[in-house]
């Protein structure tokens, strides 16, 4: 059984996110993501508080995918160090979890 997780991915601007996941998915590393516009973020960064709006990408996909989305999201991204972290997806509703495995597996195998 595969170990499900969600990803969490800030982006610069609704563009660079839907770029992001539109690819994600044609590549077969996530089987969606939500793009929520207008997040307020506040992070230290080169020695002073920063404060950026920013979309943040909400991903679905399995754990042996990770390193793989990480790997692409950096090729893409124009941030030098882009927020990529994954959470485990520790319940969910049997059919959306198959859902996610088929979608997975089906594009996988093409």
């Given amino acids: 059984m595969n170990e499900f997780i969600v990803i969490l991915i800030t982006c610069a601007s609704s563009e660079e996110a839907e770029k992001i996941?539109?690819?994600l998915v044609s590549e077969k590393l996530i089987a969606c993501g939500n793009?929520?516009?207008g997040v307020q973020s506040i992070?230290?960064?080169q020695g002073k508080i920063s404060k950026e709006k920013e979309s943040l990408i909400i991903a679905k996909?399995?754990?042996k995918e990770f390193s793989s989305v990480v790997a692409r999201v950096k090729t893409l991204h124009s941030y030098?160090?882009?927020e990529i972290i994954a959470l485990?997806?520790?319940e969910g509703s049997a059919e959306y979890?198959?859902?996610i495995e088929?979608?997975?597996r089906k594009i996988q195998s093409v």
């Fill in 21 to 23: 996941t539109e690819t």
């Fill in 80 to 82: 030098t160090v882009p």
């Fill in 97 to 99: 979890l198959r859902w």
């Fill in 61 to 63: 996909s399995v754990k």
């Fill in 102 to 104: 088929e979608t997975l």
């Fill in 43 to 45: 992070f230290f960064w």
């Fill in 35 to 37: 793009i929520v516009s």
């Fill in 88 to 90: 485990p997806l520790i």
